[in-house]
């Protein structure tokens, strides 16, 4: 099961939810409840880990800091 928790203030009454592609041809069931500030998630600063399914599917091939191209493909200057 998906679960897509979030805190959000309303905009005129309203609140809109960019919800992700796997949710599109579900039913949902949305349950809406004000949340106490003893509630909200605390930010940990820990940074949140790609799926274990990504690993190796990207490599560094070249020098990041290297010209992409040789100076010679350059001709601006003449």
Same mark, same amino acid.
């Given at each position: 099961?998906? *679960?897509?928790?979030?805190? =959000?203030?309303?905009?005129?009454? /309203?609140? !809109?939810?960019?919800? %992700? %592609?796997?949710?599109?041809?579900?039913?949902?069931?949305?349950?809406? +409840?004000? #949340?106490?500030?003893? /509630?909200? %998630?605390?930010?940990?600063?820990?940074?949140?880990?790609?799926?274990?399914? +990504? =690993?190796?599917?990207?490599? +560094?091939?070249?020098?990041?800091? *290297? *010209? #992409? !191209?040789?100076?010679?493909?350059?001709? *601006?200057?003449?």
């Amino acid at each position: 099961m998906d *679960a897509l928790r979030l805190i =959000a203030k309303p905009h005129n009454h /309203q609140l !809109v939810i960019d919800l %992700p %592609p796997s949710m599109d041809d579900c039913l949902l069931e949305v349950i809406v +409840l004000p #949340a106490r500030a003893d /509630q909200l %998630p605390a930010m940990s600063g820990r940074r949140r880990r790609p799926s274990p399914m +990504l =690993a190796g599917t990207v490599g +560094l091939k070249e020098d990041l800091l *290297a *010209a #992409a !191209v040789p100076e010679t493909d350059w001709d *601006a200057l003449h």
